[in-house]
């Protein structure tokens, strides 16, 4: 993975500093901006592999740059964010965001995610043909290599991470999946005991495609140990192309 360009996002120059001296330790191209006006132009410009963006910007914030990226491009989207600013993050992953790191953190925490996000984009991005199949359930229908969704023959948009947490899921209707667990096949890494991202992914994937999300019919919470896709709605069947 040596050799990734990455963006960092950051209004505090110690901050940036330091994140580029141990991302460039690590091998990679290491670009900066400041606020989010410049973030734009440079993400634009470079076509960064991956953007870690700090919420709290002056002008265009974080969850504006993440919007406007999102029209345009799947680009793996950390966010870094204070610890108090939790219903910042929500919003963020809401509109787009894969994850996010919570300041202070240890560098080698950062390098970890950074890693797990760009080894499984370049994963997908590098997926073959034998993927080529479509999952069909009574009224959703995901097709995997396509990497559409759409429910009750309507199409449904939904963010590079949701779509992996749902084809992941589906692939293995009515089994539990325990919530780190989960996060560490989806996401590529440890959760470290902080599973906010999966869980705020779950809901904003239940408001695309239940009917009634509060009651969900196919992504069931399993008190006390975690998530399944529920299969017994309809019967699943696998189609090869």
Not at 33 to 46: E, R
Not at 180 to 185: I, S, T
């Amino acid at each position: 993975m040596n050799g990734c360009k990455i963006l960092v996002v950051d209004d505090e120059p110690e901050m940036t500093e330091l994140i580029s001296l141990y991302l460039q330790r690590e091998g990679y191209h290491v670009h900066t901006a400041d606020n989010g006006s410049d973030a734009l132009a440079m993400a634009s410009a470079v076509r960064p592999d991956l953007i870690l963006l700090d919420i709290l910007l002056k002008g265009i914030d974080g969850i504006e740059v993440c919007q406007q990226l999102r029209r345009y491009s799947d680009v793996p989207i950390l966010f870094l964010s204070c610890k108090s600013d939790d219903t910042d993050i929500i919003h963020g992953l809401s509109v787009g965001g894969d994850d996010y790191i919570t300041k202070p953190f240890s560098p080698s925490q950062l390098v970890a995610r950074v890693k797990a996000h760009l080894r499984r984009s370049a994963r997908l991005s590098g997926m073959q043909p034998d993927e080529e199949e479509t999952i069909r359930f009574d009224g959703l229908v995901i097709d995997l290599a396509g990497r559409t969704v759409e429910v009750n023959g309507k199409p449904v948009a939904l963010s590079a991470k949701e779509f992996d947490l749902l084809a992941f899921l589906a692939k293995t209707p009515n089994r539990v999946f325990e919530l780190d667990l989960l996060y560490r096949e989806v996401w590529g890494t440890d959760s470290m005991g902080d599973t906010r991202t999966l869980m705020v992914h779950i809901s904003n994937l239940r408001k695309k495609i239940e009917n009634n999300p509060a009651n969900p019919k196919w992504i069931v919470n399993v008190r006390g140990v975690g998530y399944k896709f529920n299969a017994k709605e309809g019967i699943a069947s696998h189609v090869h192309r």
